[in-house]
């Protein structure tokens, strides 16, 4: 099924708790690939039991968050690196 | 326009419903007065929390449908039958409810007057939704940005906003709407009957060479099908935003 995935958009809250401000229009380096695009245009897959972030050009899986109702487990993968404003 | 930083997370606010407007059969605006709300941008949404009362929670994500002028939170909700949220914000929430919301939420798919264009927005169904928050900012805005439209939906009964659609698309200048109803059209209907293709798009989106800034937002494959056609008619990926629904959106 393709038709179920959504995009880096989806993860506005999620990235917010992380980094503590907007980031969905902050560029991410794809470590597979190199591509560099903002967040908020990364595929997000949700059918598993957390957030499947992959990158728009290759597919690579860029990071992986999972939440309970404690904890949020946030596994980086393949994600070069971020840009965060200062 | 960038936003100053507020560090920290996103907190749950109470918002007070002050009105609730029929726009389709199975779709509602709700508008909130919130007090706490500290302002958006257009095409950012809110997450929006309900807690039973032996404290199970439900969450849903909604794009918020106002200009950002006002303490006034508006999102435009369709009724998803299995949904977990959205039968009761469009079947059971009455004026005067109060309930938790927490945002905005966005940075990437979102459009001011700084932004600039020619803009280019194309919405399946509820996908219209983030981009009238952009278009209702732009008619208040001095519209020195020329707007394009493209929406398909199944039937006109079914377009969201249809009215003020035309209405804008009437008055103001620098404004073109076009909509393609895919199942069932009015005996006089003069738009497009089929779904949105690359065609289409050539026909009611502005050139490449234009250098449009181009908004998509709707369920997952027909963004995907508008977006691959623009990239196919020359405009570059970079300016093509996107924002996909989920089967979750309920």
């Not at chain 1, 993860?11 to 190199?34: K, R, S």
Request: net charge negative; proline share 5%; hydrophobic share 40%.
């Amino acid at each position: 099924m393709t038709d179920t995935h959504l995009d880096g958009n989806a993860l506005g809250a999620l990235l917010i708790d992380l980094f503590g401000q907007e980031m969905t229009n902050q560029n991410g380096c794809c470590d597979a690939c190199g591509a560099i695009n903002p967040l908020g245009r990364t595929v997000v897959y949700r059918d598993a039991p957390g957030d499947v972030v992959r990158c728009s050009d290759c597919g690579a899986v860029l990071m992986v968050a999972v939440r309970t109702e404690t904890r949020l487990r946030v596994s980086i993968q393949s994600l070069r690196w971020i840009d965060l404003p200062t | 326009m960038e936003r100053t930083a507020v560090r920290g997370r996103l907190n749950w606010i109470v918002a007070e419903v002050v009105e609730l407007i029929d726009e389709t059969e199975t779709v509602k605006s709700i508008v909130f007065d919130c007090p706490e709300w500290r302002g958006h941008l257009p095409g950012q949404h809110v997450d929006i929390r309900l807690t039973a009362e032996d404290g199970y929670q439900a969450q849903r994500s909604y794009s918020i449908a106002n200009p950002p002028t006002g303490e006034k939170v508006v999102v435009t909700v369709e009724l998803v039958d299995d949904g977990e949220v959205s039968p009761y914000l469009i079947g059971e929430l009455a004026v005067g409810d109060q309930i938790e919301l927490r945002g905005p939420i966005g940075g990437y798919f979102v459009w001011t007057s700084e932004h600039g264009g020619p803009l280019l927005l194309v919405a399946g169904g509820s996908g219209v939704v983030p981009l009238m928050a952009m278009i209702r900012a732009w008619a208040e805005s001095d519209r020195q940005v020329p707007v394009r439209l493209l929406t398909s939906a199944r039937s006109w009964e079914t377009l969201i906003y249809r009215d003020e659609l035309r209405r804008l698309d009437s008055s103001l200048d620098n404004l073109e709407v076009a909509h393609t109803l895919t199942r069932a059209q009015p005996a006089d209907w003069q738009g497009y009957s089929r779904r949105v293709d690359q065609q289409m798009l050539a026909e009611t989106s502005w050139p490449a060479t234009e250098r449009p800034l181009g908004f998509v937002c709707g369920p997952t494959g027909f963004v995907e099908t508008v977006a691959a056609s623009l990239v196919a008619l020359g405009h570059a990926a970079a300016r093509i935003k996107t924002e996909r629904f989920g089967p979750s959106g309920g």
